[in-house]
Structure formats: C-alpha cells, structure tokens
C-alpha cells in the first residue's frame, strides 16, 4: 500500500512519519494530482500543525493554486452560460468544473485542465459556431482526427479559448457512440439540475454525476489520474448519501442507462482502495461482491497497480503492462473491432509526431 493511501485512510498516519516518509508522501501526492486535496484534509481534521514546514509549503501551494484555477473556472463559466444563453441552451457542466461551480466536496484542493461541458448533439454545429466568434478555437488537427472526433467520438476536438488560455470539451454524451455501452444522452440533459445561486448553469443530477465519473474512471482506458477520480468518486458518494434512497436510486438509474458495469467496479474498487462506505444492498445488487471469473481477477491485478500514485515508489515490473494493458481495454470498450484495428493501425502508420496534444490527452499513446 502507498504512503498516499495509507494517511489517505488515515489522516493521523502523518504523526509517525519521518522527514524521508514526508519528501515521499509530497511526491506520491504531486504525481497524483491529490498535493492540494492532501493540505485541504489535513486542515479539514485540524492536524496542519503537525506538518513539517517544506512539506506544508508544498502543500499550501498546490492547494492556492487549485484555488486559483478554481476561480478562473467560475469565471469562465459565466462567459460561457452567456454565449449559450443566445442560443437558448443553458451551460450544463461536467467533472470537475461542475464540482467546483456546484461547491462540491470533490472540488477540495482539485486541479484540472480543462471545462467539460455537455450540450445536445443536434445543437453541436450552431454552439460551435458561437464558441467560435466569441474567441474559442479548435485545436489543429488533420482530417483523420477531425473525422475520428466528429463521427465516433462523444466530444468535440478540443478548443481553446484565444484570449485567456483555458481548455474546453464540449461532449454530446458521456461515452463514444461506439462504445458498447448506450447511455440515454437526452435522459441526461433532461434530468439535469440547476446549480444553486448560478441561473443558467447546471449539472448532472446526482446519481449521473457519479456514473458519469465512474465510466471516466473504468470506461476510458487512462491511467494518469484514476487515484484522483476515485478519490473524487469517493467524495461524491459520502456526500450525495446522506439524502435518503440514495443508493437504490443510483442502481436503478446504472440499469436504465446501461452503465451498471462501470458502477459496480467503482464501487469495488472504491470499497478496497478507499474504505468507502458503500452498503451490501447495492454491492449484490450489482452482484459487485461475486467473483467473475479470470476477468475480474485480471481487472484487479491491472487496478492494483493503476489505482495508485504514478510514482517510482509504487511502482513494479508488471506497472508499464498494466497501463498498456488498460489502455488496450478503453480502446476495445469504446469501438467495435473494425474500427479499432483501423484506428489503431493508422495511428501506428503516422507516429505520434503528427498528433495534436489535444489528440493525445483524448487518445493517449
């Protein structure tokens, strides 16, 4: 078990540790993106004065740098609720900058690249063109890529606005039209919610909020930040649970939008890594207790080893395999097999030289 893991278990682990467990605790918590989150738990329990002062510098600043884009978000979301508004569309946000508009707990000391935001497909062409004349332009990409983003994919390619530098996805649903799972993408923006205190802004309700991240998490097949988004998904459910028929609704809601495979490892996983207090009704209703054979014991021998800070520290001969290996997996997950031999041996055919970094933060390599 990592460091990281351990004071994320418990947060007075961090009395004991030595002045070398500390320089390792701050690089586990800065490769996985979880250095602010890390500052704002230990505040949270009232143990900072327990921190050595350069790792508490460390921490600090990663947490008033998440504060920072945390700021920028809200800003940027107003621009962007106000060019939709003329188009009689409201600003439904995903991920993380609905955590951070929607004062969520999983926006504590979060850090992210860019705006997620979801609007319906039919509306694509004429929301593009205003983001367009009000300073968004698309990342530069071959006509391959514009083709794989605009047929098979379920997002846009990447913009970015002109003047300010920030990022944006717009999404027309929540995973490829190719995959082999089918969410209800106009269920998703119907029953989407207003953020309190932000008139046209929205998000997901919360049972979608959550299967949204669980399919982000076991669904997409990257391997960078997975200890993040679960620990996001992990804040999620502590705080969407207090309402009452909380969890028979987010199972119910998983089979009607055929995503029950991505909920039952979430919570899986999040039982295991992080001692989240999912109830045995949902884990049997999603039958997440029962063995599943070779493939379940595959999937965990991968996430034991993805689920983890993406340091030298927690890694092992079988790491690079593993990531490979889940990167093979969100591949097949996401396009049937014709598709995907053609994708893939095209993107072999060019070499990565000629791919957007936009391309690659979707497509990884």
């Known amino acids: 078990m990592s460091l990281l893991r351990q004071v994320l278990l418990d947060s007075h682990r961090i009395a004991a540790l030595s002045a070398v467990e500390w320089d390792l605790l701050v690089r586990q918590a800065r490769h996985a993106n979880l250095l602010g989150r890390l500052y704002r738990r230990l505040q949270a329990a009232d143990l900072l004065a327990q921190v050595p002062e350069r790792p508490l510098h460390h921490m600090e600043s990663a947490a008033v740098m998440a504060d920072r884009q945390h700021m920028l978000v809200r800003y940027e979301s107003r621009f962007l609720r106000d060019t939709l508004a003329g188009l009689g569309l409201p600003l439904i946000l995903l991920k993380g900058a609905a955590y951070v508009v929607g004062d969520l707990p999983a926006a504590s000391g979060r850090v992210f690249a860019d705006i997620d935001i979801l609007l319906p497909r039919e509306r694509l062409p004429e929301a593009e063109s205003a983001l367009i004349m009000t300073g968004w332009i698309g990342e530069p990409l071959d006509a391959y890529d514009q083709r794989y983003y605009r047929q098979w994919m379920h997002e846009l390619p990447a913009m970015r606005q002109m003047h300010r530098g920030t990022a944006l996805d717009v999404h027309h649903t929540i995973l490829p039209p190719t995959a082999r799972l089918k969410p209800d993408a106009q269920a998703l923006i119907r029953d989407s919610v207003e953020i309190p205190g932000s008139p046209g802004m929205r998000t997901l309700q919360p049972t ?24 996001d998904l992990d804040l999620l459910l502590r705080h969407f649970s207090r309402e009452p028929n909380f969890w028979p609704q987010l199972v119910a809601r998983a089979a009607a ?8 490892l979430a919570l899986r996983y999040l039982v295991q890594v992080l001692a989240c207090p999912v109830p045995d009704s949902a884990l049997q209703a999603l ?8 493939a379940e014991h595959t999937l965990d021998w991968i996430y034991s080893r993805t689920l983890r800070p993406q340091h030298s520290s927690t890694r092992d001969w079988a790491t690079p395999l593993c990531r490979k290996l889940l990167y093979i997996r969100g591949h097949w997950l996401r396009m049937p097999p014709h598709l995907l031999f053609v994708h893939l041996a095209r993107k072999a055919w060019v070499g990565p030289t000629t791919i957007s970094a936009a391309a690659l933060q979707n497509d990884p390599r």
Do not use: I, W, Y
Request: hydrophobic letters at 40%.
């Open 208 to 231: 979608d909020m959550v299967l949204h991240s669980a399919c982000h998490l076991f669904h997409d097949g990257e391997s960078e930040n997975l200890l993040r988004d679960l620990s």
């Open 257 to 264: 939008m055929d995503l029950q495979m991505p909920l039952r």
């Open 287 to 294: 039958k997440a207790e029962r063995s599943q054979g070779v």
